[in-house]
């Protein structure tokens, strides 16, 4: 019984539940996590926090710096993936609580909070498109 508790939680299991939930998110989550994989991406939340500073601005910013070898194109691209992750974490609430999020009231709360984090990935995008042109 616990090899099949294994498999759910395994990539594969994960991947064929969420397919089943919502096909395009869990192609974009597909992508997003081949391409992690692809550059080398493990779950090493040791190795981010001894090479991150997170330090609160006034109101609702934050400055992150970060030990980052590559300059600031790869720095830009590390945003883009967190903020395309942050994006797919929203969309894994909605399927998973969406009715108790607008229960709390919070659904429009996540939803402002996801098109800005849209937004950001836009102009991201369009700026790293146009130093690669």
């Known amino acids: 019984m616990s090899g099949h508790r294994g498999a759910l939680f395994a990539w594969t299991g994960l991947q064929k539940l ?6 395009d998110l869990a ?3 597909a992508d997003e ?3 992690l994989i692809a550059y080398g991406a493990h779950p090493n939340v040791e ?3 001894l090479s991150s500073e997170i330090k609160k601005l006034d109101g609702n910013k ?4 970060t030990v980052f070898a590559h300059g600031r194109d790869a720095v830009l691209v ?17 399927l998973v609580i969406k009715e108790r999020l607008q229960i709390l ?27 690669s042109a």
């Open 33 to 35: 996590y081949d391409q």
């Open 27 to 29: 192609e974009r989550i």
């Open 18 to 23: 969420l397919k089943e939930a919502n096909a």
């Open 47 to 49: 190795g981010l926090a």
């Open 78 to 94: 590390a945003i883009l993936d967190l903020l395309r992750c942050m994006g797919y974490v929203y969309g894994l609430l909605e």
């Open 62 to 65: 934050y400055e992150i710096v």
């Open 105 to 131: 009231g919070l659904d429009a709360e996540f939803q402002t909070t996801a098109a800005t984090i849209f937004e950001l990935i836009s102009k991201l995008e369009a700026e790293q498109s146009d130093k």
